[in-house]
Nanobody
């Protein structure tokens, strides 16, 4: 069982950068694939990036590939999302998920954080 808390969101200009963090509590963090999802107003929550339990494999949505980087530090029970070259279309609430299926890119049902707002001004 894992509890997740996202942080690091904020307001940036077009072309700027942010790093999001997802701090996890629980004894089994290192056993979970981890992912980032986002949801813009009026839209469905969508997959952004995922990383397998060991950190060996990374997966990205086409819309962020080459701009975002996911990483994890199992010793610190933390997952990161480095976001570079941000554009207004990246504006959304970003959520961390534990147990994401990295092949189907579907988040697990039970383990979500509260979300952190990212706003990119034009």
């Amino acid at each position: 069982q894992v509890q997740l808390v996202e942080s690091g969101g904020g307001l940036v200009q077009d072309g700027g950068s942010l790093r999001l963090s997802c701090a996890a509590s629980g004894r089994s963090f290192s056993e979970y694939n981890m992912g980032w999802f986002r949801q813009a107003p009026g839209k469905e929550r969508e997959f952004v990036a995922a990383i397998n339990w060991s950190g060996v494999s990374e997966y990205y949505a086409d819309s962020v590939k080459g701009r975002f980087t996911i990483s994890r530090d199992n010793a610190k029970n933390t997952v990161y999302l480095e976001m570079n070259n941000l554009i207004p279309e990246d504006t959304a609430v970003y959520y961390c998920n534990a147990g994401v299926d990295v092949y189907s890119r579907i988040g697990s049902k039970d383990y979500w954080g509260q979300g952190t707002q990212v706003t990119v001004s034009s």
